[in-house]
């Protein structure tokens, strides 16, 4: 099944208890909302990525918006990019934009666009996720698998399997999260994969995120967080929801505190013991399915139809 199919599926199944869910507190934060009457190509956010200058980019159902603080660009297959349903978003070392859509991947180097699909060796043209190593490789998750593009060769590893999120480590092993394979890990020579077998709290992944101190976070489709340390194990459930505990999206600050997109409605914050939930209007009737934090420490929230909220620190 299509990563963005299963999403629509399970909101499906979760939305009468999703809008029955209770906050654990509502924030007195400022918010800035946009959305499509104020320059966003479209409401339904699917990624969020900040460049060096402080450009946020954001994936849509409807293209790529960039917002440099004051002013709005769309851009569309008019403009070059592969397909308008784009669901990651990655900028390498020479800051260039690489997006992942359902029909390929497209790069915009500021001027041009150049997109890549099977037809030049990726595995897939269904791209779920996409991370940037520091030789400045492309890792692009697929519907069908791994591809690794070094600007000329492309590599294919783990054929077949949904790749749903990557995320790069100090060391440079690549933590691969999968949909019911549990989560692979490759340090450029073996695998090692982990599943429930091991800790894992649920065996299909959604998003990976790796914090300063080295412990990997992995939001799952119905087991909530689950952390490694390298060693152990430990499961978080989010307290405030009874039922599948599905994470979208975890992004961390400079103060280690984990804010989280769920099958709730609002953003969640988790500091190691506690949770807080936090909304405003709009957000308070959307799931997250993007979090990026700015060098500010303000936390940018992208819908699943109500387009972005910022919080302002």
């Given amino acids: 099944m299509k990563v963005q199919l299963l999403k629509a599926i399970i909101m499906a199944i979760v939305i009468l208890t999703t809008l029955s869910c209770?906050?654990?507190q509502t924030s007195q934060n400022s918010w800035v909302s946009y959305n499509s009457s104020n320059g966003l190509v479209n409401n339904a956010i699917h990624a969020i990525a900040i460049d060096a200058q402080g450009n946020k980019w954001f994936g849509t159902n409807g293209g790529v918006s960039e917002f440099n603080g004051t002013n709005w660009s769309s851009y569309t297959k008019t403009n070059g990019l592969v397909s308008n349903t784009v669901f990651t978003i990655a900028i390498d070392a020479q800051n260039k934009k690489w997006f992942g859509t359902d029909s390929g991947v497209s790069e915009f180097d500021g001027t041009n666009w150049t997109s890549f699909t099977t037809s030049n060796g990726l595995v897939n043209n269904w791209v779920s996720s996409i991370a940037v190593d520091a030789q400045n490789n492309k890792w692009f998750g697929t519907y069908a698998g791994l591809s690794e593009y070094d600007g000329t060769n492309w590599t294919t590893y783990l054929s077949g399997k949904i790749i749903t999120s990557i995320a790069v480590d100090a060391q440079g092993n690549?933590?691969?999260?999968?949909?019911?394979?549990?989560?692979?890990?490759?340090?450029?020579?073996?695998?090692?994969?982990?599943?429930?077998?091991?800790?894992?709290?649920?065996?299909?992944?959604?998003?990976?995120?790796?914090?300063?101190?080295?412990?990997?976070?992995?939001?799952?489709?119905?087991?909530?967080?689950?952390?490694?340390?390298?060693?152990?194990?430990?499961?978080y459930i989010i307290p405030h929801f009874s039922g599948s505990d599905i994470v979208w999206s975890i992004a961390i600050d400079s103060q280690g505190n984990k804010w989280v997109g769920a099958n709730v409605p609002g953003a969640l914050k988790f500091d190691g013991t506690n949770w807080t939930s936090y909304s405003t209007t709009g957000l308070d009737i959307s799931e997250v399915y993007a979090i990026a934090i700015d060098a500010q420490g303000n936390k940018w929230f992208g819908t699943n139809g109500n387009g972005v909220y910022e919080m302002l620190e």
Avoid: H
Avoid at 180 to 187: P, R, T
Avoid at 208 to 218: H, L, P, R, S, V
Avoid at 222 to 227: A, D, F, R, V
């Fill in 174 to 235: 690549k933590w691969v999260g999968t949909y019911g394979g549990g989560v692979m890990k490759f340090d450029g020579t073996n695998w090692t994969t982990y599943t429930r077998n091991n800790g894992l709290s649920c065996d299909s992944i959604q998003t990976i995120a790796i914090e300063t101190q080295g412990n990997k976070w992995f939001g799952t489709f119905g087991g909530g967080l689950s952390k490694f340390d390298g060693t152990q194990w430990s499961t």
């Fill in 22 to 24: 209770k906050k654990t």
